[in-house]
């Protein structure tokens, strides 16, 4: 490991001046993701600020919704009696990831902002990874990809966001507050994750400096029905193959209103939206669900290894929305 400096942020507009002016630092929060990456090797920052004093962990019922300090444990999250009340499914989404350790420790900006799993990307051993190594090529497409993306990928990038909190963000039309260099910004969930394209190396909205936080959930009646599902190879410690977070409002045997979002399977928190058009007037059966699923996943491109992903895909929407149907 290449030596850094150190140094602990006493204010939110002092961190983003500290930061603006050391292009190769970062900020230190959790750190369950970003010390993993430097004892790899693949983050190389010049220095760590660590924001952990920041009164910025709260969790506040507002009336333009629940705001989510940035600084916010998953645990804390997880477990807060407003979020298991109005919005099921993202306590249900932390619940599923990692370890009572691990969701401790992390954060809600950190979860955000953690990185892929794709084995080209985290072993440096590999020299071919467009993320890690700009503009040179991509391994997984031509090597181990059974576990990447089938939606949102490019030439240059197929590698999964691998966060299950962001999914259920993604449902609910969260919004990403942030304070900068010019500060302050909201930014809309659905804008804040980059799809590989040209440059995969570019996943997230934030510019240099900008520290998030807050993350808004806006008031969402629909959201005290959501249900959040996981499937993986293992029942615990693993990310997702596939994953759903739902919301459905049933009347009268017809989706009358619908939020869906897919994990898993997309290179960044993915909203179904297509499934939710086909879904809105639909009869709140089976059938239903697997046309809207199909819909959406006509445009997935999957390789060699991850053409199971559509069928796996396509049962985990029917069956999340089967299960929030009878929510």
Not at 194 to 212: T, V
Request: one cysteine or more; charged letters at 20%; glycine letters at 10%.
């Amino acid at each position: 490991m290449q030596d850094f400096a150190f140094g602990r942020a006493t204010d939110a507009t002092s961190a983003v001046a500290t930061l603006a002016h050391a292009p190769h630092a970062a900020y230190l929060a959790g750190g369950t993701s970003l010390l993993d990456l430097m004892k790899e090797g693949v983050e190389r920052p010049s220095g760590l600020l660590d924001v952990n004093a920041l009164p910025l962990a709260a969790i506040e019922a507002r009336a333009d919704g629940l705001w989510l300090g940035a600084l916010a444990s998953n645990t804390d999250v997880a477990r807060h009696p407003t979020v298991i009340a109005r919005y099921p499914g993202l306590s249900q989404a932390l619940l599923s990831g990692a370890s009572p350790q691990l969701r401790n420790m992390a954060t809600v900006g950190g979860n955000l902002l953690q990185r892929t799993r794709c084995p080209y990307f985290r072993d440096v051993a590999f020299a071919r990874c467009n993320k890690r190594a700009p503009g040179s090529g991509c391994g997984a497409r031509e090597g181990v990809h059974r576990t990447n993306a089938i939606l949102g990928g490019s030439e240059r990038c197929i590698a999964t966001h691998p966060s299950d909190m962001a999914v259920a963000l993604a449902a609910f039309d969260a919004v990403v507050h942030v304070q900068g260099p010019n500060g302050h910004r909201a930014i809309p969930f659905d804008q804040f994750h980059l799809p590989p394209g040209e440059h995969p190396e570019r996943e997230h909205a934030l510019a240099h400096g900008e520290l998030i936080t807050h993350v808004q959930l806006p008031t969402l009646p629909l959201a005290g029905r959501s249900h959040y599902l996981k499937v993986r190879d293992r029942a615990s410690y693993e990310f997702a193959l596939a994953s759903a977070c739902v919301a459905l409002e049933v009347a009268g045997g017809q989706v009358r209103a619908v939020r869906l979002a897919l994990g898993g399977v997309g290179t960044v928190p993915w909203r179904a939206r297509l499934a939710e058009a086909a879904l809105v007037g639909a009869p709140a059966t089976p059938e239903a669900f697997g046309r809207a699923a199909d819909a959406e996943l006509a445009q997935a491109r999957p390789l060699r290894d991850n053409a199971f992903k559509l069928k796996l895909a396509r049962a985990t929407i029917v069956r999340a929305l089967g299960e929030g149907a009878g929510a």
